[in-house]
C-alpha cells in the first residue's frame, strides 16, 4: 500500500498561517520528501518558532511552498492512505496552500487510532488524547534527543505509532488472525482494521453530534412581552433564602424564581429575560420543552412567531405577543435531531 505519513511545521500565524516544513515517509519508512520553505506573507513567527525551532534565517533562501507544489501533490495523488498525528491540522493548512485531494475516506489520523485501541483502558475522552510525545513514548517510541517536534521526526515516529497502533486494534476487535512471526500487515489487513476504525469514528462524533443537539425550548413573560429562549441545560430552581427569623421559609422556588440567576448572563442562551430593581427577576415561565434539535427548534419557532413580534429596535431582544393557543402550538411542539 502506498502511504504518506505527513507531517507539517507553520507560522502559526491565524488566517495567514503559512508552512515552513513538511517532511513525508513511505509505508517503507523512506523520507521521500524533507523540505523548508519560506513564506509568502509573514516575516517573523517568534511563538512558533520557539516549538519547531525555524527561524526567518533557516527558510530566507528557501523556496516558495507554491513553487513545488506540483512535486507535493504527486506524492499524495498516488497514496492511497494519508497518514499523520491531529491530521485535522495539517490538512488544513496544506489545502490552503494549494494541496488538492486529501479527502476523509484518504486519511487515517494516528490519534483516533490510539483512541481507538486504549480509549476504554484509559476513560479517554475522543478529544482528549495525549501528544504525540507521550503517544510515542506509550508505543514504545524512543526520540532522538532534541529531535521531537521537527516535521521528519515527528511524522517519524507518527509512522512508528501507526504500525504498532493498527496491529493492536486489529488484534482486540478481534478483526482478523494474526501469526507473531509477521512482521508486516497485508493491505487486506490494513483495510480491515481503516475500516472498523472510520466506522467507530462516524458512530462517536455522531452520537456527540446528538448530545450536543439536545437542549430546551422557554417561553417567558416579561414585562416587555413573551421572551423566546434556548438553553443547552434546563432552568433550574434557585434555592430558597431563609427568612429573617433564620427557619429557613423564603420565596416561592420554582423554575420561575430560578430565570434570574439560570439566564440573566445569556447562559447557552438565544435570547435572556429581564431583571428588575436589586436583581429580581419579573419574569415567569409559560412554558418549557425538551427537544432533539433546540437549535433548530428556536429557528421553527422564530419564524412561526415572527408576525407577532413586538416592535424593537436595533441590537434589541426580540418579545412576541402570544395568545394562549400560541403557548399551546409552542407546548406541542418537537423534533427530531438529523445529522
Given amino acids: 500500500m502506498h502511504i504518506a505519513c505527513l507531517d507539517t511545521e507553520s507560522t502559526s500565524t491565524g488566517k495567514f498561517n503559512e508552512i515552513l516544513e513538511l517532511a513525508i515517509y513511505s509505508a517503507r519508512g523512506e523520507l521521500i520528501l524533507n523540505s523548508l520553505y519560506k513564506p509568502k506573507r509573514n516575516r517573523r513567527w517568534p511563538h512558533s518558532e520557539r516549538v519547531h525551532g525555524i527561524s526567518p534565517l533557516m527558510v530566507q533562501d528557501k523556496p516558495h511552498f507554491q513553487d513545488c507544489l506540483r512535486k507535493i501533490q ?3 495523488d498516488r497514496s492511497q492512505m494519508v497518514l499523520g498525528f491531529a491530521l485535522d491540522n495539517d490538512i488544513r493548512i496544506l489545502e490552503q496552500s494549494g494541496v488538492t485531494g486529501l479527502v476523509p475516506e484518504k486519511c487515517l489520523d494516528v490519534r483516533e487510532l ?3 485501541v486504549y480509549g476504554d483502558e484509559l476513560a479517554m475522552d475522543f478529544y482528549h488524547v495525549p501528544s504525540l510525545i507521550k503517544c510515542a513514548e506509550f508505543c514504545g517510541y524512543v526520540w532522538e534527543e532534541g529531535s521531537a517536534h521537527s516535521a521528519a ?4 515516529a507518527t509512522l512508528y505509532c501507526y504500525e504498532v497502533l493498527m496491529r493492536k486494534f486489529i488484534q482486540k476487535y478481534e478483526l482478523c488472525q494474526l501469526p507473531d512471526e509477521q512482521e508486516k500487515l497485508t493491505d487486506e489487513q490494513i483495510y480491515l482494521g481503516w ?3 472510520q466506522e467507530m469514528v462516524r ?3 455522531h452520537n456527540r453530534a446528538v448530545e450536543k443537539a439536545k437542549g430546551w425550548l422557554y417561553l417567558i413573560d416579561c414585562p416587555e412581552g413573551v421572551l423566546l429562549v434556548a438553553r443547552k441545560k434546563p432552568l433550574a430552581a434557585r434555592k430558597s433564602k431563609p427568612s429573617a427569623d433564620g427557619t429557613g421559609a423564603g420565596k416561592d422556588t420554582g423554575i420561575g424564581a430560578g430565570i434570574a440567576a439560570a439566564t440573566a448572563t445569556g447562559n447557552d442562551a438565544y435570547g435572556a429575560p429581564s431583571r428588575g430593581e436589586a436583581g429580581q427577576s419579573k419574569s415567569r415561565v409559560l412554558a418549557g420543552i425538551e427537544l432533539a434539535d433546540y437549535a433548530k427548534g428556536y429557528d421553527v419557532m422564530y419564524a412561526r412567531f415572527k408576525d407577532k413580534m413586538l416592535p424593537h429596535g436595533p441590537g434589541e431582544k426580540n418579545y412576541y405577543r ?8 409552542f407546548k406541542l411542539y418537537t423534533n427530531v435531531f438529523e445529522a
Avoid: H, N, Q, Y
Fill in 114 to 116: 490510539f483512541w481507538g
Fill in 153 to 156: 521526526a515527528d511524522a517519524k
Fill in 195 to 197: 475500516r472498523r476504525l
Fill in 74 to 76: 504527486k506524492i499524495f
Fill in 322 to 329: 402570544l395568545t394562549e393557543a400560541d403557548i399551546e402550538e
Fill in 203 to 205: 458512530v462517536e462524533l
